[in-house]
């Protein structure tokens, strides 16, 4: 089925749904007010469900997650570093090339050629670096994201472990996976300072998927079709859009968004290939209902939210409705997608007219917990503090 019709009916399903239920509260209706209208290559996205910060930056509102585990394609975040590839990309995904090096048998495979090489499905957590940047005081640069630049997919492709077989295995001393997205590099300008390319250790190498397709339709452009690096448990910079070339190498790339970006730091220091980079995403939950976006009723409400933990599987969550000082466990509900999805949790609580602060702190199977604060950095990346992604609703 074409992919704009089928979105577009669900669209006007969800239109429909909404209005009779009256589910936008003020609080939503004046966001998707001061919302910038979708860029051309994601107009298809149920602008509803989303803010538009820019033509780069589209989040998922707070209020607009389910309970299903996974996140629908027209309500995913996107997150670009430079503008998007022209459409035509996509128009015969299959003809898509892909440069490998750094193996025994260099040269270069079409996604159709890739295809013929086998194929695995894998549901993972797609997360920003900077996602809860808004949380920071020091107003980080760069886009204000709550906690909508996440979601839960569903990705299928070929494992990178095969696609190194085919092509003889990886040369002696590799120590990397390094990705090259295929965005237009303007004439004139250093292809090292703008380009999109990333390395990750070569144990990554054990869970890749080079993928043509997530949740269940070939991969759009607003999200790396034809062909996108997809690194499990890693966050979503590593997972290179439009993938253009494969290198397995020795040490990591020396372009600028590597051994400078994406960079943990002291406020006001610059970045350093010394500093810690962005690779596996930590322990980390929130709470979507009550998203804050208007009052509840009193009595009975249902708490439920998401908690994951990069490449450990999550183990708990529990969930406080006085701002951290009591806690009670909560709920999984819904499928295990595996150790790189999220899990869906709930608690039902009872909760008295007036105010409240509710919010969640998820346990991994390694024993790592959650903490209640952010770690301060410059750029505002990797926050997991409980304590900012409270919830403070009112029940009258």
């Not at 969800?14 to 004046?30: D, I, K, Q």
């Not at 499990?232 to 859009?241: A, E, F, S």
Request: glycine share 12%; charged share 15%.
């Amino acid at each position: 089925m074409n992919q704009s019709v089928n979105i577009g009916r669900r669209q006007v399903m969800l239109s429909s749904a909404f209005a009779a239920a009256g589910a936008l509260s003020p609080a939503v209706l004046a966001q998707a007010a001061k919302s910038k209208p979708l860029p051309k290559y994601a107009e298809w996205k149920y602008i509803d469900s989303l803010i538009v910060h820019s033509s780069n930056t589209i989040e998922t509102r707070r209020g607009a997650f389910g309970t299903s585990v996974i996140v629908p394609t027209d309500i995913l975040f996107v997150r670009n570093n430079v503008s998007a590839p022209d459409a035509s990309i996509a128009y015969d995904p299959d003809a898509w090339e892909l440069t490998v090096q750094g193996v025994r048998n260099p040269g270069k495979m079409t996604v159709g050629q890739l295809k013929r090489l086998g194929i695995e499905t894998v549901a993972t957590v797609l997360q920003c670096s900077g996602n809860g940047r808004g949380f920071f005081a020091h107003k980080a640069s760069g886009t204000q994201w709550q906690v909508g630049a996440a979601g839960c997919v569903v990705w299928s492709g070929v494992p990178l472990a095969a696609l190194a077989k085919a092509m003889g295995g990886v040369a002696a001393g590799v120590q990397f996976v390094t990705g090259s997205g295929g965005e237009t590099i303007p004439p004139g300008v250093d292809r090292r300072q703008v380009v999109v390319e990333r390395s990750v250790p070569l144990k990554a190498m054990e869970t890749a998927l080079l993928a043509w397709e997530m949740n269940g339709e070939p991969l759009p452009l607003a999200h790396g079709g034809p062909l996108r690096l997809v690194i499990p448990g890693y966050y979503g910079v590593n997972n290179v859009k439009y993938l253009s070339r494969l290198s397995f190498t020795e040490t990591e790339t020396n372009a600028n968004i590597q051994a400078t970006g994406y960079r943990i730091r002291d406020i006001g220091k610059k970045g350093a290939p010394a500093q810690p980079t962005m690779w596996e995403m930590n322990v980390k939950s929130w709470i979507n209902h009550p998203s804050g976006e208007g009052p509840v009723s009193p009595g009975t409400v249902q708490i439920h939210g998401v908690a994951f933990a990069g490449l450990t599987p999550v183990k708990g969550v529990e969930v406080s409705t006085d701002g951290g000082k009591t806690w009670r466990d909560a709920r999984f509900i819904g499928p295990d997608l595996g150790r790189f999805a999220w899990r869906q949790f709930v608690l039902p609580v009872q909760l008295g007219a007036g105010s409240h602060v509710l919010v969640s702190r998820a346990t991994d199977a390694a024993g790592n917990v959650q903490p209640a604060e952010r770690l301060e950095n410059e750029r505002g990346y990797g926050h997991n503090g409980w304590r900012d992604h409270a919830v403070k609703v009112t029940a009258a």
